[in-house]
């Protein structure tokens, strides 16, 4: 079976900085979107980042130049390295993955077929 287990959340003053990682397994293919998500208490949830199967990269213009999304590959590992964290990137933040993205927008959450459980963010 897939899983996706995020870490790294916590709470840190505005201006900080967190590095969130998700270990992928049981994934059958590697010509995948992999991506994190957020949501904030009574918004929708949105797209933060995603790296597509042709390496292709995707920021939402909110964390554009502050936030880094990377892929180790051997580990299958994906990390969302964040600074100049801001109390508006306060939410839950859930790892995602799916088959490869050919059309639509990588920041809508029907395009990711599998789900991390959420780790959660707060900046004051």
């Known amino acids: 079976d897939v899983q996706l287990v995020e870490s790294g959340g916590g709470s840190v003053q505005a201006g900080g900085s967190l590095r969130l990682s998700c270990v992928a397994s049981g994934f059958t293919y590697s010509n995948r979107i992999m991506g994190w998500l957020r949501q904030a208490p009574g918004k929708e949830r949105e797209g933060v980042a995603a790296i597509n199967g042709d390496d292709t990269i995707n920021y939402s213009d909110a964390v554009k130049g502050r936030f880094t999304i990377s892929h180790d590959i051997v580990n299958d590992t994906l990390y969302l390295e964040m600074n100049n964290l801001e109390p508006g990137d306060t939410a839950m933040y859930y790892c995602?993955?799916?088959?490869?993205?050919?059309?639509?927008?990588?920041?809508?959450?029907?395009?990711?077929?599998?789900w991390g459980q959420g780790t959660q963010v707060t900046v004051s």
């Open positions: 995602a993955a799916g088959p490869r993205l050919y059309g639509g927008s990588w920041s809508f959450s029907k395009w990711y077929k599998y």
